[in-house]
């Protein structure tokens, strides 16, 4: 691509593993803890694209002596990596239910063969870490940029609406929590190859 | 002969009535039944051969 190279667009390609995984450095193949979202990755995701969202909220201080605010406070940080997943292999879907267990059953003389995900989740919340990244960053097309967050949920609601001509469409909606020691994560832009 | 289970899946349940295998762990069963097993998509391998990579290891024999 050509400059101004700090201009990026396509998608992010999401990587999960257990929390507490240590994150892969942007410049190298994520290791084997890590599991791709989607089976090709971004190839399936639907057009909406990966939405990384920080949503801050505030709250202002209005003198009484004045009109407008002068002071204001952060109150809540809420980050989401939100996307829809057009995959509907076994594994991906149990990764979305609650990284759910997948059983193979074998085929027999009587019946065939099929893997299948329950679908009650239970009480206990899968916590997952997370990559979000792509190919190109500011400092060069070349190199990468991610997100990686150390803990997060799926919040998302899967409602597949099965249509002619239309995807099964998985909603992704990886929400952040608090790591005691890595907060949200980081953003990171990578500016060069291994040395 | 022992067989083990490579995927897809975390368990495999060979509907004979026995607990699912889990992933990785072995299992036992005829050759023609494992040749089955895979025939059907699934990773199934001979102990000795467990490597995952799907190398015979019959050549070694002749």
Known sequence: ?195 | MRYRFDGPGDSLDLRDGSEPVPLGQTFEATEERAAELRFSGLDVWSEPDATGDGQSTDEEDS
């Open chain 1, 1 to 195: 691509m050509s400059a101004p190279l700090e201009v990026l667009a396509g998608p992010f390609t999401i990587w999960v593993a257990p929390s507490g995984t240590a994150f892969t450095d942007p410049s190298a193949t994520p290791s084997v803890s890590w599991t791709k979202v989607g089976t090709t990755g971004d190839q399936n995701y639907s057009d909406n694209g990966v939405t990384v969202a920080l949503s801050p909220t505030y709250k202002t201080f209005t003198p009484a002596g004045s009109t407008a605010p002068t002071k204001v406070w952060r109150v809540t940080e809420v980050l989401e990596i939100e996307f829809g997943l057009v995959d509907m292999t076994a594994a991906m879907f149990a990764k979305v239910m609650n990284d759910a267990s997948v059983t193979t059953q074998a085929a027999t003389a009587s019946f065939g063969g099929n893997s299948n995900v329950p679908l009650l989740q239970g009480v206990d919340v899968t916590l997952f870490a997370l990559m979000a990244r792509k190919t190109g960053s500011a400092a060069g097309d070349a190199f990468n940029t991610q997100f990686q967050v150390p803990l997060v949920y799926n919040a998302g609601q899967p409602k597949i609406v099965s249509k002619l001509g239309e995807p099964d469409v998985l909603d992704v909606k990886f929400t952040a929590l608090k790591d005691p020691s890595l907060g949200y994560g980081k953003y990171l832009v990578q500016s060069s190859a291994h040395s």
